[in-house]
């Protein structure tokens, strides 16, 4: 059983800076699944990032590559998402998903966290 919590969130004006953190209660292998999503008001939910635990095979939405990264500290048990030259378009709420790679394995969410950009 995992838990995430995310934090971070706030409201910054375009081209401003945010750094979303996801700490993470339970056990968790660098095998493990980890994705940063985030939905906008009246739209779909969309995977911005996403890494395995282990920090290895990123990858990032067109949107946001060279402007969002993702990373971990161990230690913490936390996943960050650093956000820079934010645009009004990333306003969205965020959210931290972990798939295990266990067979038949739940994806766990957490509750998310708000982001708003202003112009």
């Known amino acids: 059983q995992l838990t995430l919590v995310e934090s971070g969130g706030g409201s910054v004006q375009a081209g401003g800076s945010l750094r979303l953190s996801c700490a993470i209660s339970?056990?968790?292998?660098?095998?493990?699944?980890m994705a940063w999503f985030r939905q906008a008001p009246g739209k779909e939910r969309e995977k911005v990032a996403c890494?395995?635990?282990?920090?290895?095979?990123?990858d990032y939405d067109d949107s946001v590559k060279g402007r969002f990264t993702i990373s971990r500290d161990v230690a913490k048990k936390t996943l960050y998402l650093q956000m820079n030259n934010l645009k009004p378009e990333d306003t969205a709420m965020y959210y931290c998903?972990?798939?295990?790679?266990?067979?038949?394995?739940?994806?766990?969410w957490g509750q998310g966290t708000q982001v708003t950009v202003s112009s």
């Open positions: 890494a395995k635990w282990g920090l290895y095979n990123i």
């Open positions: 998903a972990c798939t295990p790679t266990l067979h038949n394995a739940n994806t766990y």
């Open positions: 339970g056990p968790i292998a660098s095998t493990y699944d």
